[in-house]
Structure formats: structure tokens, C-alpha cells
């Protein structure tokens, strides 16, 4: 099992930046990719940005490309994601998601959750 816990949301103004972490616990001695989901009021919840497990390689939403940046550091079982040039649209509640992998993956099934963290983006 491995237990996820975000950090780093707030309030912030138009064109801000915040950087989000996801720290990692429990069985992080196997290979975990890692991935960030956001779900805005009322809206089903849309991947963002993954990361493999080496950091080599990572994608993102057509949403945010460009404005986001995924990161890990494994000696710290943490995941990262900054965020800049904020927008009202990227209001949400953040949530890092993690599965065995060594890859990026095609899909967007996740065996391990955290329980979120709010990012309020105000105009």
C-alpha cells in the first residue's frame, strides 16, 4: 500500500503561481509512476500532468502545457507540480494519483489516491 498526502494549494491571484507536492509513504520501494488530477465544482475529475518513474519522461493536458511543470524527487518519495501563469479556469481541487509502473502508461488508471488539495485561482 501506498499512502499519498498533497500539499502546497491556496488561494492565489490571476496569472500566480503555486507549486503542489505529493508526498509518498508506505511501500515506495517498488517503481511508481505518478500523475496529477484535477476536478473543478460540479465537473468530472481530468488528468493533468504524469511523470514515469526515472522523471525522464512526462505529459500533459493540452489545458496546461506550457503553464505547468511535473517534477519527482525519489530520494523524498515526492511528486511536484508547479503551476504558473494561473488561470480562473485551473480552480479545482488538485489530486495526486500513483501506480506500479516504470512507464508513463496510456491510461488513466491509478491504484493510489491522496485526498486532494484546493487551489483557488481568483480574478
Known amino acids: 500500500q501506498v499512502q499519498l498526502v498533497e500539499s502546497g494549494g491556496g488561494l492565489v491571484q490571476v496569472g500566480g503561481s503555486l507549486r503542489l507536492s505529493c508526498a509518498a509513504s508506505?511501500?515506495?520501494?517498488?517503481?511508481?509512476?505518478m500523475a496529477w488530477f484535477r476536478q473543478a465544482p460540479g465537473k468530472e475529475r481530468n488528468f493533468v500532468a504524469k511523470?514515469?518513474?526515472?522523471?525522464?519522461?512526462?505529459y500533459y493536458a493540452d489545458s496546461v502545457k506550457g503553464r505547468f511543470t511535473i517534477s519527482r524527487d525519489n530520494a523524498k518519495n515526492t511528486v511536484y507540480l508547479q503551476m504558473n501563469s494561473l488561470k480562473p479556469e485551473d480552480t479545482a481541487v488538485y489530486y495526486c494519483?500513483?501506480?506500479?509502473?516504470?512507464?508513463?502508461?496510456?491510461?488513466?488508471?491509478?491504484?493510489?489516491w491522496g485526498q486532494g488539495t484546493q487551489v483557488t485561482v481568483s480574478s
Open positions: 511523470i514515469n518513474w526515472s522523471g525522464s519522461a512526462t
Open positions: 494519483a500513483a501506480r506500479i509502473s516504470y512507464g508513463l502508461g496510456y491510461d488513466d488508471n491509478y491504484d493510489y
Open positions: 508506505g511501500r515506495t520501494s517498488s517503481a511508481y509512476a
